[in-house]
Every structure is written in structure tokens, then in C-alpha cells.
């Protein structure tokens, strides 16, 4: 049963912009925080942004006030608004949640900039 289901990565001009979502079951987004985190081959997982559930936020040095995460309550949706894109960006995206017995990661989008 899949739990949590991304979409919106792609191929962008470094400058540009791109939005992920990451659709997750009512049961797990509902009073949880929830992370994007990004990797490259030969790295290790690293977490980009995350928004507790009453929508703090929370991000990595390299993205601050380039990329914004927010969530839709209703739509049980989480976002990462992604503005200024650099070459270094580039990199496979994956939305996660955790909890109490459970740990889900979404299946990972591909984001490529091009310089």
C-alpha cells in the first residue's frame, strides 16, 4: 500500500523554478511533521526542509530563502516550492514521514538543473 506519492520534478534552467508534492494517506500526514530530503549518487540523504504539523518550518543552509515547504491540511499534501535553482540542486527527491511504528519515504522524483 503506498503511502506517500510525489510528483512535479524535471529538467529546469539554472534560475528557474519548480514545485514537488507529495500526496500521503490521511492516516500518516495528519499531526505529523514531514521532510523532503534530496540525495546524489555516492551521497548520503540529506533533509532539504520540513514542516511540523502545526507548520513550523525548518530549513538547510544551502536552500534557505530559495525554498519554501507548506502543506494543504485538507488535501493531505505536502509542497516544496523550489525558486532560484542552481546546478547543485540537482539531485533525486524524496518526501518522508515518520511516527510511531512507521517510517514511510515517498518513491523519489528526479530534479536535474542545467547550468
Known amino acids: 500500500q503506498v503511502q506517500l506519492v510525489e510528483s512535479g520534478g524535471g529538467l529546469v534552467q539554472a534560475g528557474g523554478s519548480l514545485r514537488l508534492s507529495c500526496a500521503a494517506s490521511r492516516r500518516i500526514f495528519s499531526g505529523n511533521a514531514m521532510r523532503w530530503y534530496r540525495q546524489t549518487p555516492g551521497k548520503q540523504r540529506e533533509l532539504v526542509a520540513l514542516i511540523s504539523s502545526g507548520g513550523s518550518t525548518n530549513y538547510a543552509d544551502s536552500v534557505k530563502g530559495r525554498f519554501t515547504i507548506s502543506r494543504d491540511n485538507a488535501k493531505n499534501t505536502v509542497y516544496l516550492q523550489m525558486n532560484t535553482l542552481k546546478p547543485e540542486d540537482t539531485a533525486v527527491y524524496y518526501c518522508?514521514?515518520?511516527?510511531?511504528?512507521?517510517?514511510?519515504w515517498g518513491q523519489g522524483t528526479q530534479v536535474t538543473v542545467s547550468s
Open positions: 518522508n514521514v515518520y511516527g510511531s511504528g512507521y517510517d514511510y
